[in-house]
């Protein structure tokens, strides 16, 4: 998969369990679990938002394009 996501490595940057970081921005953490395995077809972009503003980072810190 060409698209990485290192939402892990920015929970722990902040220190934020997974749990936490769905209850805070209102998703399942189910869905937060899919998004997080890459297994996610496709994420929106107010979430992306709301992962952004609470974890206080960018998008590119979240989102990684690997060839």
Do not use: H, W, Y
């Amino acid at each position: 998969m060409p698209i990485l996501i290192n939402l892990d490595v920015m929970l722990s940057k902040r220190k934020m369990k997974s749990n936490e970081l769905a209850e805070k921005i209102g998703i399942t953490t189910a869905n937060l679990s899919i998004l997080k395995t890459g297994k996610a077809k496709a994420i929106r972009f107010t979430t992306l938002e709301a992962i952004c503003k609470e974890l206080d980072c960018q998008p590119a810190d979240i989102l990684e394009f690997k060839e």
